[in-house]
DNA sequence: ATGAAAGCGCTAACAC
DNA sequence: GTGTTAGCGCTTTCAT
């Protein structure tokens, strides 16, 4: 064909306004350009900017996110994927929290293309990329101790979930590290990442009447559930005891204090998932499973201080604009 | 054939792991199963709880969710929307903000499905499911004037957006209602709805220097940025000006004061949208443009309270318990 | 280089 | 009822 003819094909095409229509491309070429992406629930703030993320580099490529959340139900949380599949995503993005998953284990070991963000199964087969947790805690117990504190009690997340085990390790590592003793009086568990249940563990804590001078939540919302008890029980923050989080929510700069935590990048954290998987499904041959720790911030905000019987004061008051120390992650 | 052999066929059918393939089903029937939701961005707390109700209503009738965000960028959204006509999907929810929109009209017009959450356009071809505005600013200009305020300054959305109208019309007449003459001193217009514009727009009205005991703020995030302004010059809330905010943003409840504010159910904002679209989708014949505004509730925490000049006392001091008061829509 | 045609897996229409 | 077949819109292979 001419070229000047093709030119106006194509100009007869956009008149009329052709566009492909990318089922019919789908069942010749069995790829949807689609991925899965699965979550426990939306509505939990850590997981828009990793869906943003995600977004962010499927976009320009051409394929588009199909979210469904679980709600952390093991059953329905197949059944998606089932469905997800029937819809011939090309890969699965997972975000739910379950140690290990033999359905997922399967699938990637088919050669299916998965990847894990913040977690990972015991064993490895599944990619995954996280915040780096051993360098969050590491962060927090050396700012902590370098206030002055050496009773830091710890509010240890779900068992059940890889960042709740992790991050309980850094934690008896990092003392560890101090030349501190662990003392299992200092550390509670909770079931959940939630706000109650970080009251619930803050209230334990304080019953066992095992004096304490700072307090590391198991994640923000935990922290949230610290407030609440100290102003039930009339403790202040930080004068009492100094509290950090992990995440780095939105809005937890406005509480009273403003929340010192531990940053993890999540709208990183989903662009290098949507990378990975998209690498996977490019690869040719099987991909080794590698996995990725992206670099977190201390953000140092009013909820940790010296402790009032510390000698030396490196405390930040309340209020004071914050400032960020960085590790960068393996 | 018989009905043994049926059976047969099908143990035969699950024992080799068919499943049916819905990009086939979706080239012969031209249905997807799929429809597009459009929004300006995930990453803003309205979102998340609209997106689980539509997936929820979505989900059991077998329909899948698209996800785009626009980031309120209009060419942005006319390529997302193309991209998601592409994919062929039955139908469109939409929830960006823009007054009028030709491109979805025309759609519309057309007979494709379309609804719109959170606004409505000046032409009445689109169908939406919003809050009741009219009667949230209603719920908070009658508490604070039953709460002896007189001077209550209003901090005005984009009058870009049919929320940003819409609210300031219902503040001029609920004013009216309790024969408080409008004062245009007293409305400082945003740009966006965001803190820093809340903050800007604070600082605006405070310059003017004409005296007002309240300040109802265009939404959550804009009375955000009233706080801060306050903290930047030592106003206190409520003390010295009382303050509620829009939409119940999750965690309003944790500031200091915590927000008094008007909740709007935005969980069941999504759940009608998709109602409504399914509906649309399946109907035959053209169903009439219908709107409907669903009820919402003062929220009443410690940002406001009788202003310190006032005779009578009905304030709510802070930290007492959230109570709420109910309107039901028209 | 250019064009023709087969076929992806399904559904619906039709003939039996 | 039961079975057969055309064709959805694309890509890719194959013949020209």
Redesign the interface.
């Known amino acids: 064909m001419r070229s000047e003819t093709a030119a106006r094909v194509l100009d007869a095409a956009k008149r009329l306004g052709y566009?492909?229509?990318?089922?019919?491309r789908?069942?010749k070429t069995s790829r949807?350009s689609s991925i899965g992406v699965v979550i426990p629930?939306?509505?939990n703030?850590l997981?828009?900017?990793i869906?943003?993320g995600i977004?962010n580099v499927l976009?320009p490529l051409g394929y588009?996110?199909?979210?469904?959340?679980t709600d952390n139900d093991k059953e329905r949380e197949a059944k998606q994927v089932?469905?997800l599949?029937?819809?011939?995503v090309e890969g699965l993005i997972v975000g739910t929290a379950l140690l290990s998953d033999p359905g997922l284990e399967r699938l990637a070991a088919e050669g299916f293309p998965v990847v894990l963000i913040n977690r990972r199964t015991e064993s490895s087969i599944l990619p995954t990329v996280a915040g780096d947790n051993v360098a969050g805690v590491n962060l927090a117990v050396d700012y902590l101790v370098g206030l002055g504190h050496r009773r830091i009690a710890f509010l240890a997340g779900p068992q059940t979930t890889w960042t709740g085990q992790v991050r309980l390790r850094a934690y008896r590592n990092a003392l560890q590290d101090h030349k501190i003793a662990y003392d299992e009086a200092l550390v509670v568990f909770t079931e959940q990442f939630i706000e109650t249940e970080g009251a619930r563990g803050t209230r334990e804590l304080l019953d066992r009447n095992v004096p304490f001078t700072a307090l590391i939540a198991g994640n923000d919302l935990h922290a949230?559930g610290c407030?609440d008890v100290f102003a039930e029980r009339g403790i202040r923050c930080p004068e009492d005891v100094s509290v950090t989080g992990f995440n780095d929510m939105?809005?937890v700069d406005?509480?009273?204090p403003a929340l010192t935590t531990i940053h993890i990048p999540q709208y990183e954290v989903g662009r290098e998932a949507a990378r990975m998987l998209i690498e996977r499904i490019n690869a040719k041959a099987d991909v080794p499973a590698k996995s990725v720790l992206l670099p977190v911030e201390l953000v140092i905000r009013g909820s940790a201080a010296a402790p009032a019987s510390a000698d030396r004061n490196g405390g930040a008051p309340a209020?004071r604009p914050a400032r960020r120390a960085t590790t960068t992650a393996v």
């Open positions: 566009v492909v229509n990318p089922i019919a789908s069942l949807s629930d939306l509505t703030a997981f828009p900017p869906m943003r977004d976009e588009i996110p199909l979210l469904v959340n089932a469905a599949r029937a819809r011939q949230l407030f939105p809005f406005k509480l009273s209020g």
